[in-house]
């Protein structure tokens, strides 16, 4: 998102720059859409985690997911928010930092993913390609009142 948003930038800043303007100078805005992450695979299955309350208290339902590699899980703020996931680089499998670095979109830190502020909002993350086992996480604005839990990835 922040490499369209250059790209579109320094297009309008070289369409500004006056003089004769070149019909090729037209595709060049396309150009940041081909750097996009290919789609997740077509048998992929999209799990949901809602983020939501049991009373007062903020929880993931449902708080323990097992899924396969190549699965989309799918996290939706419901009520109680902001909301986000997190991961312990401790917690999760070898390999899996640089693996969640590139599958988190626009995270706020290394691990953590962006605020969910709105009810309806989402964030998926695909795990194509991710090392099998356990990534235990927890929502960072409301981990001091429990809210966490665990994805387990197999074959």
Known sequence: MRATWLA???VLVAACGGGEKSPA??????APAATAPAPAASNATVHEIDMTLDGTTPKYSPATLTIKQGDIVRFVNKEGGPHNVSFWPD???AGAQAF???AMKDPMAPLESQLLVPVGST???SFA????????FYCL???AMGMHGTITVTK
């Open 25 to 30: 100078a037209a595709p060049a805005a396309a």
């Open 123 to 125: 964030d998926e993350i």
């Open 129 to 136: 390609g991710a090392p099998e086992g356990v990534y235990h």
């Open 91 to 93: 917690s999760i499998p």
């Open 141 to 143: 604005p409301h981990l």
């Open 100 to 102: 969640l670095t590139g």
């Open 8 to 10: 579109t930038g320094l």
